[in-house]
Structures are given as structure tokens and as C-alpha cells.
């Protein structure tokens, strides 16, 4: 199905006003609020065909602000319609409504998003951590938490990281080998 | 029992457990020998492939792919080679791209027959065990042939292959794809004629067709419970509606149902190879674009562009516009993609794995909840999970 049908099969059920549709890539996306997400989430899986969820997950958007993007991707079974919901999301902790009512298979994604992201989905039955160890501190996937080489025992030997490994060229950096800082540690 | 003394017992099954085909620990509240929870823990072998992408090029990333699923490196280069290539708006050449699903189809029945034989070997079938492994043994072989590597190949790169296919291996691979049907017939009439395994599989860990799609199951799970979901037809990607083969299906949802839809896969996935091997092109096996492919060793020597292509390469990676993207592939588990952020610069912001495992392994209390004990370890061997691939 191509992308424009499905957002316009979705149109006279979301509000509208509060969502942007865009075409990136020849994927269908529709940028939602908080607010509306669940809203949006069920008339996909009611209204329209989108009755699995396919991903979700968030990435780090830092420094901009909102500072969190959850990614949803919607898909159909037995068939090939396809939509990305995005929602933008700041706060400490960042707050999101669970999509587990609507997608029972969101729950364990959620779990991973709150433990890499600390986004935090209310109304989720059992928001635990699922990758790291219950007592771990953080979350690992947040751009601002380093990643290090482990210290090991020999003399001499410094943890490096990442960056000194292979250097970083943001995206119109001049020419050139020595590479620059990043804009976020690691 | 009485209503007295009707108390459940909490069991550790894992992570240290044969069955459990890696380390996956499953927490069961049992009632006498019936299961009335079962909490599935996953984590053990999170080795944070995900964070470790961030911090490394588009090309060394391969690399790391390779990790994940790690009985299928091939299907998952190409889910993420795809994927970066989507951001970079770029098509591999058309010999690569028969090279690519060739060498998808020879892993997926690779990776079939590992499921084949550990399931069967579960169920004390060990025959099956050592003459599934015997034969995989050949896709390793070929494997050495075109990437010098059996496991891990890192053979894929972004827009195309590393290198052209040897001499030998196209015959090689026709002398294993003519052995394969017949090896396939006879794994299923060892196992369909065997009353243990259709005993044990029969009717156990089922799983409906709602369940499935709730749950997001994809693959052989989703297409075992009645849906003919197979993201090579409803999505093609890479050049998949170029061939002819069928979405076998099977509507009962049960490990047996599972099992000869894989049965039925591996012989597909031979039709799509020999169609590959068949009208394999001729032509270069990776994009003359000198922005993302490394010059050929020959124009070093003559031209100071191709030296400075290769050091900005080698030195710095290349840099796809700034965006996201993702290519659904359907990999031996089910859906495979990489979600990729780029933000322009030459390390990706965001890589994120759709795991089939980590999504399939969810259905695994609907399908073992109210069962029997014993059935657990049919049921784990059914989903096929690979430890990797849940926890990457």
C-alpha cells in the first residue's frame, strides 16, 4: 500500500490538528503529542489494518529538546501496510501512556526503552528493567552515559575511549585526519 | 489434592540449562507438574551491541551485525547493509544483489537445520541432531569459500559484497542444493514416522492466530498459527520479487505445525538459491559510488583521487544524510530490521535491532501456561530463539 493511503485512511479518526504527516524515505510517518498518541495507536489498530506492532523503541535526540524520541512502527499481519508513529518526549523522568492495551506485544519493548531510556510508560502492568541487572544504575542507551573501555590490570595501560579509537567528523567537517570532539561523550 | 494444602512452587529453569539453547532463565509457578506462570528473564547475554554501534563507522558495524543472530550473519548483514543503504539512497549492482539472496537462502537453511536438529535433540531424538549438524557443515564450508570466515563472514558491504564469488563455489553450492531436497525427505520421515516426536509436539505449546498477532510474533511462529506473513513477498526488498517460491503455512499453531513449516521453508529457500545460482549476472559485485565503496587495489597506483577516496574511507567512514531508516527483511526467525539514526556525522546516532527472537520469545507464556512441565523445553526449541538475538 502506498504511504499516502494509509494516512489517509487514519485522517478522519486522529485529530488531526494535533499530528503532522510526513513521507520520509517512502515510509509513511505520523509525528504525534503525547497526548493523542493513544488516541492515534488504537485507531490504527481499530479503524485502520495496522493490527501489529512491529518495533518500538526511542532514541536521544540530545541536546535538542524535547529531548527523547519514541518510535513506534505499525505494521499489518498478512499484509504490507506499514505506518511509523513518532512521539517527542521531555521530562525527568520522561513520561509516556503505555501502548499495551491497544498492542499486548508492547511490553516487552517498553520494558527496553525504560531500561536503555528511562522513559517512563504509564499504565504499563510490569515496567521492570529486561536487559541490564535489576540494581544497575542509569540507563546505558541515554547518549550522555560514556562508553568506556574496561580498565584491565596491566601496567601502562589506559581505558580508552571510543572517540580515541576512531575520531569523530560531524557532518560537514572540513577535510582533514585529526577528527574532532563529539558533541556528546563516548 | 485439598484446598489445604494447594500451594504453588516457584522453579529456576535456567540460565545454565540445556534446553534452554543459551541463557535464558524462565521462572515457572508450578501446581503439582502444571505450569500456572511463567515468567520468561532475559539479559544474560546482553553484551550492549546496540551502544557499541553508536561509537564505530557505518562500515565497521558490519562487523558487530555479524553478533547478533548468530547462526543466521549473513540474513543479518543484509537487514542492516540494507538499511544504511536505504539512508544513502544507493542500489548495489545486480551480480550483488543475486550474490546477497543466494547466500541469505543457503544460511536460512543452515539456520533451519540447527533449529531442526536441537529441537530434535531435546527430544532425545539425537540421530537427527548429528545428521542436521553433518549437513549444515556444508553451508559452513561454503560459507569459508566466499568469505574465508565459517561463522561471523563479513562478507556484505554497504552497497554491495566484498568479493566476487571464487571459482569453485558455484559448483560446490549446486552439488549441496541437489543433496538438500533429498536430505529434507528424509529428515521428515525420520521425524514424522518417529511417535515421540509427533506425540510431543502435537497440539503442544499452541499458540492461536489472535495470540500471535497480539503478541508480535513474526516468522515461522506467526506463519506456524495461520498467517502467511512473509516479508520477502508482502514487502520485497533486495530483489526478492524477482523469484518464484511460496509462504508455506500451517493453521494449527503447535510445535508440529512450526516444525513443517521450517521443513517446507528450507525446501523454498533451496528453489530461490538454484533460481539464483541460475541466472546469477555477471558484472562488479559492489558500487562504483567512491564516496561509500573502496576503490579496486589497481587505481591506487595510478590515481591520487582513489588514494584520497580510500584514506578518507579507511580514516573517517563515510557519511549518509542526516535521518532515519528502516528495510523489514525476513530473516530465519521472522521480521529483521535495523532502525538507524543518522545524524549526519560519521558514526550513527541510533542503531536499533528488531529482534525476531526477543519479540517471538514473548509468546511463550500463552504457550505454556496451564501445560504441562515437559512442555517447556518443546516449546523454547519451537520458537527457535537465539540468545544473541533477545539480548543483543
Known amino acids: 500500500m502506498a504511504p499516502a493511503s494509509i494516512l489517509e485512511r487514519l485522517r478522519p479518526h486522529v485529530p488531526w490538528g494535533l499530528a503532522t504527516p510526513k513521507e520520509e524515505g517512502g515510509r509513511a510517518v505520523l509525528y504525534v503529542t503525547p497526548g493523542i498518541l493513544l488516541e492515534v495507536l488504537r485507531a490504527a489498530a481499530e479503524r485502520v489494518s495496522l493490527d501489529s506492532l512491529v518495533d518500538l523503541t526511542a532514541w536521544d535526540r540530545r541536546p535538542a529538546s524535547p529531548r527523547f524520541e519514541v518510535v ?66 542509569g540507563h546505558p542507551l541515554r547518549r550522555d ?17 571510543p572517540s580515541e579509537i576512531i575520531p569523530y567528523f560531524s557532518p560537514h567537517s572540513p577535510s582533514g585526519s585529526g577528527g574532532e570532539t563529539p558533541p556528546v561523550p563516548g | 489434592m485439598s484446598e489445604a494444602t494447594r500451594e504453588t512452587l516457584a522453579l529456576n529453569m535456567g540460565p545454565q540449562h540445556p534446553s534452554t539453547h543459551g541463557v ?35 562500515h565497521q558495524n558490519i562487523t558487530l551485525v555479524d553478533r547478533v543472530e548468530y547462526v543466521a550473519s549473513y540474513l543479518e548483514e543484509m537487514a542492516y547493509c540494507l538499511s544504511v543503504e536505504r539512508l544513502f539512497g544507493i542500489e548495489p549492482p545486480p551480480r550483488a544483489r543475486v550474490i546477497r539472496i543466494l547466500l541469505c537462502e543457503l544460511n536460512r537453511i543452515a539456520s533451519h537445520l540447527i533449529y531442526l ?47 566476487d564469488l571464487p571459482e569453485e563455489f558455484v559448483p560446490a553450492a ?59 513477498k508482502l514487502l520485497p526488498y533486495g530483489g526478492y520479487d524477482e523469484f518464484a517460491f511460496d509462504v508455506p503455512v500451517r493453521a494449527e499453531g503447535d510445535a508440529y505445525a512450526r516444525y513443517r513449516v521450517r521443513l517446507e521453508e528450507m525446501r523454498q529457500s533451496r528453489r530461490i538459491a538454484v533460481q539464483a545460482l541460475d541466472r546469477l549476472p555477471d558484472g562488479p559485485v559492489i558500487t562504483s559510488d567512491r ?18 577516496h580510500q584514506f578518507k574511507l579507511v580514516s573517517e567512514g563515510m557519511h549518509p544524510p542526516a535521518g532515519d531508516s528502516y528495510v523489514p527483511t525476513e530473516s530465519a526467525r521472522g521480521e529483521k530490521g535495523y532502525y538507524i539514526v543518522s545524524d549526519g556525522s560519521n558514526r550513527p546516532a541510533r542503531v536499533h535491532v528488531r529482534a525476531p527472537s526477543f519479540y517471538n520469545l514473548q509468546t511463550l507464556p500463552a504457550m505454556v501456561e496451564g501445560r504441562p512441565l515437559a512442555d517447556v523445553v518443546v516449546a523454547v526449541a519451537s520458537i527457535d530463539i537465539i540468545l544473541g538475538d533477545v539480548d543483543r
Open chain 1, 145 to 161: 552515559v560514556p562508553l568506556f573501555e574496561e580498565p584491565v590490570e596491566f601496567k601502562g595501560h589506559r581505558p580508552k575511549v
Open chain 2, 117 to 163: 536438529g536441537s529441537a530434535a535433540l531435546d527430544l532425545n531424538v539425537s540421530s537427527a541432531f548429528m545428521y542436521c549438524f553433518a549437513d549444515r557443515e556444508r553451508f559452513l564450508d561454503l560459507s569459508e569459500m566466499v568469505s574465508g570466515q565459517r561463522m561471523m563472514p563479513g562478507y556484505f558491504r554497504i552497497g554491495g559484497v566484498a568479493a
Open chain 2, 291 to 308: 564516496k561509500i565503496a573502496l576503490p579496486p587495489r589497481a587505481e591506487l597506483a595510478r590515481s591520487m583521487e582513489a588514494v584520497i
Open chain 2, 24 to 58: 535464558l532463565r524462565l521462572v515457572l509457578e508450578l501446581e503439582g507438574e502444571t505450569i500456572r506462570r511463567c515468567t520468561p528473564v532475559v539479559g544474560y547475554l546482553h553484551t550492549g551491541i546496540e551502544k557499541e554501534m553508536e561509537t564505530r563507522t557505518y
Open chain 1, 72 to 137: 513506534y512502527l505499525l505494521g499489518q499481519a498478512g499484509g504490507s501496510d506499514r505506518l511509523t508513529v513518532k512521539v517527542r518526549v521531555d521530562g525527568d523522568p520522561p513520561r509516556l501512556p503505555s501502548a499495551v492495551e491497544v498492542y499486548p506485544g508492547a511490553a516487552w519493548p517498553e520494558r527496553e526503552v525504560y531500561d536503555m531510556f528511562g522513559v517512563v510508560f504509564d499504565g504499563h502492568p510490569d515496567l521492570r528493567r529486561i536487559l541490564m541487572p535489576d540494581d544497575w544504575e
Open chain 2, 174 to 232: 549446486r552439488r549441496w542444493l541437489d543433496e538438500v531436497p533429498r536430505r529434507v525427505d528424509e529428515y521428515e520421515r525420520l521425524l514424522n514416522d518417529n511417535l515421540i516426536w509427533r506425540e510431543r509436539t502435537e497440539g503442544v505449546a499452541v499458540l492461536s492466530r489472535e495470540e500471535a498477532i497480539a503478541r508480535c510474533a513474526t516468522g515461522p511462529v506467526l506463519r506456524a498459527s495461520g498467517v502467511a506473513h512473509d516479508v520477502r
